[in-house]
DNA sequence: CTATATAGACAACCACGTTGTCGATCATAG
DNA sequence: CTATGATCGACAACGTGGTTGTCTATATAG
């Protein structure tokens, strides 16, 4: 029987993969009109969602303080991405809610998946794909993303 | 036939999994003696290895500028994981070695990787991981880690 | 010997995260 | 109706990681 691999590899293999989709999103997405879009991003249009959100929310469901979140939907705003109203029903809440832009960087992103996700299973097989999807599954919380990315990595504990 | 999953959840379990390994290698490097190391550090000490680099060899290597790893260097140095020393056949370069803490850090995590690595073995099945593992090396790159982590997915395009 | 390239140090700067503070607003208890 | 406490958003100060640019010292090629 062969040896099985280092365990550092596993790790490894998982970024890279991460990595090779969100770098291939962010090339595809540059090429249709949204250059200025970072990986962080996507995750926050994405979790603003159709609806709108405020920042403390946002902040709340990411995992960062609401001052993180405020900063980078400043960001976010000052892009094109976003535009803040106020809530008729609380005047100290300001809803963020997506532009047309924001909209429309959500639908290539949703397209520009699948898409990947089709050159994987051309790769691996439908199959194997689905069952590498499965997996996944099992060893990982169920709950969603946490922001924090570039703090978790190399900062403050 | 049941449908695919959504584009977006290939992406996001690959990073979960990353980050559920990582995270757990700390959090039993803590209770081992190296409650300081962050995750990037790990991959810098991995790189500098028992032959020992420099600055801007360990730059190149790493993805990010000279400067960038000297900086991360110096934090290293000063936690006591590394040490700087000279070379004798060019005055110019200061080599840096680990140090017997550093390669202490390194047995660790190699055998904690390994503990996590059969983790995931007793729950999906040694075959059915390295299926997974064999599938990640046929999509991802051969070549090794960046460091640029934290810029890449928040910053500076 | 001179021109070029490289190592490392230093400074200025930007991005993203943190904590702490504050005034405005809402919700609730008395 | 009023006092109290919680929450929202804004602002400031700070730490860390990354960048570029500049500088001196040292190698190396012509």
Do not use: C
Not at 14 to 19: N, P, V, Y
Not at 55 to 69: F, I, N, T
Request: overall charge neutral.
């Amino acid at each position: 029987m062969s040896t099985d691999p280092p365990g550092f590899e596993l790790p490894l293999r998982l970024f890279m993969g991460f990595r090779v989709l969100i770098d291939e999103l962010h090339a595809e997405l540059a090429r249709q009109g949204h250059p200025d879009l970072r990986p962080m991003h996507g995750f926050v249009l994405q979790a603003i969602g159709t609806r709108g959100t405020t920042a403390a929310e946002l902040g709340r469901h990411l995992g960062v303080s609401k001052q993180a979140a405020g900063k980078t939907l400043d960001a976010l705003e000052h892009l094109g991405y976003v535009e803040r109203g106020t809530d008729p029903n609380d005047a100290r809440r300001k809803i963020v809610r997506l532009t047309q832009r924001g909209v429309d960087s959500l639908v290539r992103s949703a397209r520009i998946f699948e898409d990947l996700r089709s050159g994987w299973a051309d790769t691996l097989g439908e199959d194997r794909l689905r069952a590498l999807e499965s997996d996944l599954r099992r060893v990982t919380p169920t709950d969603f993303f946490r922001l924090d990315v570039p703090g978790w990595f190399g900062g403050y504990q």
